[in-house]
């Protein structure tokens, strides 16, 4: 039996285990992600740059990734996913208010 056919195997055999695997692995891949976005975005600009999608991207990164440890009861994972998740919400909402004219908390 190949590599291939005895994934095919076990992924039958267990599709839910299946597709929590894959949400985990979007979750990290999500989260990923932004930092090619902001080593790309910084490269164009010439200088360190956090653009908006850098959040937007860890803030659905976390969630997927809380998800799955949260599936899987990893429970210093789910630490770990957690507690960052209202950072990334509070910078997301500050670059937002800032974008549309609000005026930053003193």
């Known amino acids: 039996m190949n590599f291939l056919s005895h994934l095919y195997t076990l992924a039958l ?8 695997t894959s949400i985990g692995f979007l ?3 999500v989260f990923g992600i932004r930092f090619l ?13 956090v ?9 659905a990164g976390g969630v997927i990734s809380l998800s799955y440890a ?25 670059v937002l208010r800032d974008r549309h004219g609000g005026t930053p908390a003193a």
């Open 13 to 20: 055999a267990h599709p839910l285990d299946t597709v929590w």
């Open 37 to 49: 976005i902001q080593w790309l975005r910084s490269e164009q600009a010439g200088h360190s740059v």
């Open 27 to 29: 979750g990290q891949a």
């Open 70 to 94: 949260l599936h899987l009861q990893a429970w210093p994972l789910v630490l770990g996913q957690a507690l960052p998740i209202p950072i990334y919400a509070r910078n997301l909402y500050m």
């Open 51 to 59: 653009p908006i999608a850098f959040w937007y991207v860890s803030l």
